[in-house]
């Protein structure tokens, strides 16, 4: 069973930063596609980020030019590094990983980001 543990999420003030990480119980080679999706409150899950196996990203327009998604296959983790937050960057984030083979999706259990002053 695949595991996924995110961590570093928190309270922050707007303007200011944060890593979120997301460490894997299997090799992240194995994922064809890893990411981060977001969950605001009454408001349905959104893609954040998301990293291929081979290194490519794409982000969601709201987050382009703050966040920034890599991997470090080696320590099986990926990381989000957010800055200049917004308060409407208050979510549960969520780490995603897929295997298009066994047409596998694996969720972790989020990390709540909350951005206020």
């Known amino acids: 069973q695949v595991q996924l543990v995110e961590s570093g999420g928190g309270l922050v003030q707007p303007g200011g930063s944060l890593r979120l990480s997301c460490a894997a119980s299997?090799?992240?080679?194995?994922?064809?596609?890893m990411g981060w999706y977001r969950q605001a409150p009454g408001k349905q899950r959104e893609l954040v980020a998301a990293i291929s196996s081979g290194g490519s990203r794409n982000y969601a327009d709201s987050v382009k030019g703050r966040f920034t998604i890599s991997r470090d296959n080696a320590k099986n983790t990926v990381y989000l590094q957010m800055n200049s937050l917004k308060p409407e960057d208050t979510a549960v984030y969520y780490c995603n990983a897929q295997r298009i083979a066994t047409m596998g999706v694996y969720w972790g259990q989020g990390t709540q980001v909350t951005v206020s002053s």
């Open positions: 299997e090799t992240i080679f194995s994922f064809n596609n």
